[in-house]
T-cell receptor, first 115, second 119 residues
């Protein structure tokens, strides 16, 4: 049982490049989400999904796309990277989206730098 | 919109000192409250949570938090900190949603408090 796995751990991009941050969980969790963590701003929700085929926007969705074709995977795509997207990205999952009995399980994060 | 405030951005304590980290939220209805901890170089993990019942919640590693509804607060406490408690602590709030609505509750985090425990 690996939990939530994020790849890559580190990435450097040039402005305008695109890339996909991968997130996979093996706990059969319905709810998955992406956060970015920036100094002094805590964690901010980018996008989330309550199940395969269902996604919704979080607090800071601009510049990011997501899809959820399977229960296990929830990739985050940056179509045209900008320096403002330099951050640490965390994927998290939970059994259900209501949080009553299912706290978030976090991945180890991806540190992204956009130059 | 709901928000969470953590007024202590950086706290430095000596070992064995007592700890209290403040957390206030801005919502007048029923909320669920959490404290997460992030040790250096690691991901966030749950310390404790409050849903209902006893407002004094005990978590892992000797931490506890008290929910005071009249003050919209959920402060984290530990009677005697250890060097290994050095970490960043995040308070988070979520508004309960009815089940089977097809929507998810959104967890809102505070900006975090960096705790540094000196030997």
């Amino acid at each position: 049982n690996a939990g939530v796995t994020q790849t890559p751990k580190f990435q450097v991009l040039k402005t305008g490049q695109s890339m996909t941050l991968q997130c996979a969980q093996d706990m059969n969790h319905e709810y998955m989400s992406w956060y970015r963590q920036d100094p002094g701003m805590g964690l901010r929700l980018i996008h989330y999904s309550v199940g395969a085929g269902i996604t919704d926007q979080g607090e800071v969705p601009n510049g990011y796309n997501v899809s959820r074709s399977t229960t296990e995977d929830f990739p985050l795509r940056l179509l045209s990277a900008a320096p403002s997207q330099t951050s640490v990205y965390f994927c998290a999952s939970s059994l259900s989206g209501t949080e009553y009995n299912s706290p978030l399980h976090f991945g180890n994060g991806t540190r992204l730098t956009v130059t | 919109a709901q928000s969470v405030s953590q007024h202590n951005h950086h706290v430095i304590l000596s070992e064995a000192a007592s700890l209290e980290l403040g957390c206030n939220y801005s919502y007048g209805g029923t909320v669920n409250l959490f404290w997460y901890v992030q040790y250096p170089g690691q991901h966030l993990q749950l310390l404790l949570k409050y849903f209902s019942g006893d407002p004094l919640v005990k978590g892992i590693k000797g931490f506890e938090a008290e929910f005071i509804k009249s003050k919209f607060s959920f402060n984290l406490r530990k009677p005697s900190v250890q060097w290994s408690d050095t970490a960043e602590y995040f308070c988070a709030v979520i508004l309960p949603r009815p089940l089977n609505t097809g929507t998810a509750s959104k967890l809102t985090f505070g900006t975090g408090t960096r705790l540094q425990v000196m030997l």
